[in-house]
């Protein structure tokens, strides 16, 4: 009689097969971190453009209008945060350019953020800006599209979820535009 041989090990499909399995746990990982990671910044840039509106109107709440604005003196004054400052420059939290400037015979201000993914587009274009006296915005642009607040009389928000979804594209080349008074 001959002796049975024990087997250690595994064989290769069995490795194949357990390979497999921890490259699809990492790559659900890798996506969970992501979409985690993703939440984050959407909060984030949602509390920068709160922030920059609320420093903004604080500083120039007693000058007569907005003609002193300007990149230098915000980040020199500390108005802009610090997360947001990159040299001379100004940047959200995807990296994307934000420019400040007034507009309109310098009775009102305006704020852009530049490069913006679908998801941040979307949440930043619903953003709550309060009705009555207490809101300053006077228009959101959405790439090319113009949405007028209506002020002291607005009793929703000046962009439909509808409307916030078409006017953002499905990339990473978003550019939202408030107006401020």
Same mark, same amino acid.
């Given at each position: 009689?001959?002796? @049975?041989?024990?087997?250690?090990?595994? /064989?290769?499909?069995?490795?194949?097969?357990?390979?497999?399995?921890?490259?699809? +746990?990492?790559?659900?990982?890798?996506?969970?971190?992501?979409?985690?990671?993703?939440? !984050?910044?959407?909060?984030?840039?949602?509390?920068?453009? #709160?922030? +920059?509106?609320?420093?903004?109107?604080?500083?120039?709440?007693?000058?007569?209008?907005?003609?002193? +604005?300007?990149?230098? +003196?915000?980040?020199?004054?500390? %108005? #802009? *945060?610090?997360?947001?400052?990159?040299?001379?420059?100004?940047?959200?939290?995807?990296?994307?350019?934000? =420019? %400040?400037?007034?507009?309109?015979?310098?009775?009102?201000?305006?704020?852009?953020?530049?490069?913006? *993914? !679908?998801?941040?587009?979307?949440?930043?274009?619903?953003?709550?800006?309060? =009705?009555?006296?207490?809101?300053?915005? #006077?228009?959101?642009? #959405?790439?090319?599209?113009?949405?007028?607040? @209506?002020?002291?009389?607005? =009793?929703?928000? *000046?962009?439909?979820?509808?409307?916030?979804? /078409?006017?953002? @594209?499905?990339?990473?080349?978003?550019?939202? =535009?408030?107006?401020?008074?």
């Amino acid at each position: 009689m001959e002796k @049975q041989k024990s087997q250690s090990g595994y /064989t290769l499909i069995e490795a194949i097969m357990f390979i497999g399995v921890i490259a699809m +746990l990492a790559i659900a990982v890798i996506n969970l971190i992501n979409s985690m990671l993703d939440k !984050y910044r959407i909060s984030r840039v949602t509390q920068q453009i #709160v922030d +920059l509106q609320k420093n903004i109107d604080f500083r120039f709440s007693a000058a007569e209008n907005f003609g002193d +604005l300007e990149s230098k +003196l915000l980040t020199g004054e500390s %108005i #802009v *945060p610090g997360d947001m400052v990159g040299g001379n420059k100004i940047y959200h939290a995807y990296k994307g350019e934000v =420019t %400040i400037k007034s507009a309109q015979q310098d009775s009102v201000y305006e704020v852009t953020f530049k490069d913006l *993914p !679908y998801n941040a587009c979307t949440e930043l274009a619903m953003i709550d800006w309060m =009705t009555g006296y207490n809101s300053h915005l #006077v228009h959101i642009k #959405v790439n090319s599209k113009y949405f007028t607040w @209506q002020g002291k009389n607005a =009793t929703k928000l *000046p962009m439909e979820y509808d409307n916030a979804i /078409t006017a953002c @594209q499905d990339n990473r080349n978003n550019v939202i =535009t408030w107006q401020f008074q």
